[in-house]
């Protein structure tokens, strides 16, 4: 059987995807023991890969070597299993490969099985995936918000900055958003319900965030000069969560805040988190995070792509915000 996949020729220059990716086609190899295959129907596009990519070896992991496929989050059916606990027609998400069918062992992987009931399958790519678990995590454990206190998130209009807002707002602060634009910013407030949101591209955004009044904790999806600009404005004894650091990764530059002394004088604390850190808390994650999806609490706009072959297409969007919401390649059946 020959299978379609992205591999990766050469390291990427900013956003110029499609001269470092190719769109490959070899035979499926057979399975080995302990390994599942995986009929994909949703990739799921998410800006920490663009690290990978790069050939930096003092990331969270490895980068991917030159000639290896690309690697994501995938959804979809096993197919053929040599893997205990998983059968032919298992839905499952892992990490497996930008590939109409991924072959990946089922440990390694983190293959989990997902129970089909659920109405719309993306929502494991969104309030009940590693999005979902990220916001609740970032927020709550990390952020350590308390009812009652303020909350801004950066890339607000973001697959996981949307959510984390959300569950501020459900945790009992007072959630502020960072975002793009004038319509994702009413989305925002409109849509979403929360309590204000500053538009980044704006010549008056420290004006905008300087209307809430200080910040208790931050959820830093972006880094960058950003940071800079928020650190003046949190209150004493807040805390920072750094999930993303999404203004480095096209641009090869490092995060170096300039306004680093607040942290001293406001006492703040700040501390990265990374979902490898709590995926053994991800079932009571998602029972949290099922429960107020279903109540209607937690919601997602999905920004889809059809087929394997516009994959760079939806990647691009994470990097030039032209998306809102998780961006997500659907495969033809």
């Given amino acids: 059987m020959q299978n379609r996949f992205w591999r990766i020729a050469r390291r990427p220059e900013g956003t110029d995807f499609a001269s470092?990716?190719?769109?490959?086609?070899?035979?499926?190899?057979?399975?080995?023991?302990?390994?599942?295959?995986?009929?994909?129907?949703?990739?799921?596009?998410?800006?920490?890969?663009?690290?990978?990519?790069?050939?930096?070896?003092?990331?969270?992991?490895?980068?991917?070597?030159?000639?290896?496929?690309?690697?994501?989050?995938?959804?979809?059916?096993v197919i053929e299993s040599r893997a205990d606990g998983f059968a032919q027609g298992d839905l499952v998400r892992a990490f497996g490969q930008w590939a109409d069918v991924?072959?990946?062992?089922?440990?390694?992987?983190?293959?989990?099985?997902?129970?089909p009931a659920v109405t719309d399958r993306r929502a494991w790519f969104g309030p009940l995936g590693m999005n979902g678990?990220?916001?609740?995590?970032?927020?709550?454990?990390?952020?350590?918000?308390?009812?009652?206190?303020r909350v801004l998130v950066s890339a607000a209009a973001g697959a996981t900055g949307i959510l984390a807002v959300q569950i501020a707002k459900l945790l009992g602060c007072e959630p502020w958003g960072i975002a793009g634009g004038a319509a994702k910013c009413a989305y925002l407030t409109g849509e979403l319900g929360i309590a204000g949101a500053a538009d980044y591209k704006s010549d008056a955004l420290a004006e905008q965030l300087d209307n809430a009044g200080g910040f208790d904790v931050y959820f830093d999806n972006v880094g960058g000069p950003l940071l800079d600009v928020v650190l003046t404005r949190m209150n004493h004894y807040g805390r920072v969560a750094v999930c993303g650091l999404l203004a480095d990764y096209t641009a090869g530059t490092r995060t170096t805040p300039g306004e680093f002394d607040q942290v001293l004088m406001r006492r703040l604390r700040i501390e990265g988190f990374f979902s490898p850190d709590f995926m053994h808390e991800g079932p009571a994650l998602t029972e949290r995070l099922r429960a107020w999806h279903e109540a209607g609490d937690l919601v997602m706009r999905y920004d889809v792509?059809?087929?394997?072959?516009?994959?760079?297409?939806?990647?691009?969007?994470?990097?030039?915000?032209?998306?809102?919401?998780?961006?997500?390649?659907?495969?033809?059946?």
């Avoid at 995986?38 to 991917?64: C, F, K, V």
């Avoid at 916001?135 to 918000?145: D, H, I, P, S, Y």
């Fill in 102 to 115: 991924s072959t990946v062992d089922a440990v390694m992987s983190g293959a989990l099985l997902l129970d």
């Fill in 305 to 333: 792509t059809r087929g394997l072959e516009n994959t760079l297409t939806a990647y691009a969007k994470l990097f030039t915000g032209g998306n809102l919401g998780k961006v997500i390649v659907e495969l033809e059946p």
């Fill in 133 to 149: 678990w990220t916001a609740l995590w970032g927020v709550e454990r990390t952020g350590a918000a308390k009812p009652g206190e």
């Fill in 20 to 77: 470092a990716l190719e769109l490959a086609e070899a035979p499926l190899a057979p399975l080995a023991e302990g390994e599942i295959r995986i009929r994909n129907s949703h990739l799921s596009m998410d800006a920490g890969t663009r690290l990978w990519l790069t050939s930096r070896e003092d990331g969270y992991q490895p980068p991917l070597p030159l000639g290896a496929p690309m690697t994501g989050l995938v959804l979809g059916e």
